[in-house]
């Protein structure tokens, strides 16, 4: 069973920085993309940034560009996100996800919050 474990959100000041952690099991994903998606309350799910396999390439959400970087360790099967200059409309639970997205690879998510 594939799982991927999101973790390090929490509550933060406007300004201020967190790093995402998501943790996957059950198989590797070496050559897959990864990505990172949030959603926040009465909002669709939207897509914020994409790691190739084996970090060739790396996209970003226009909201999210210079402010956050992903980045992934394949030797721990692992995806980060590493979240700066964080704002209030940063607020959503975020998920990660291959990319595609595949609807049973979906995780709890981890809760952001952003304070004005």
């Known amino acids: 069973q594939v799982l991927l474990v999101e973790s390090g959100g929490g509550l933060v000041q406007a300004g201020g920085s967190l790093r995402l952690s998501c943790a996957a099991s059950?198989?590797?994903?070496?050559?897959?993309?990864m990505g990172w998606f949030r959603q926040a309350p009465g909002k669709e799910r939207e897509f914020v940034a994409r790691?190739?396999?084996?970090?060739?390439?790396?996209v970003y959400a226009d909201a999210v560009k210079g402010r956050f970087t992903i980045s992934r360790d394949n030797a721990k099967n692992t995806v980060y996100l590493q979240m700066n200059s964080l704002q209030p409309e940063d607020t959503a639970v975020y998920y990660c996800?291959?990319?595609?997205?595949?609807?049973?690879?979906w995780g709890q998510g981890t809760q952001v919050t952003v304070s004005s």
């Open positions: 059950g198989r590797t994903f070496t050559t897959d993309t």
């Open positions: 790691i190739s396999g084996f970090s060739i390439s790396t």
């Open positions: 996800n291959t990319y595609p997205v595949r609807s049973d690879y």
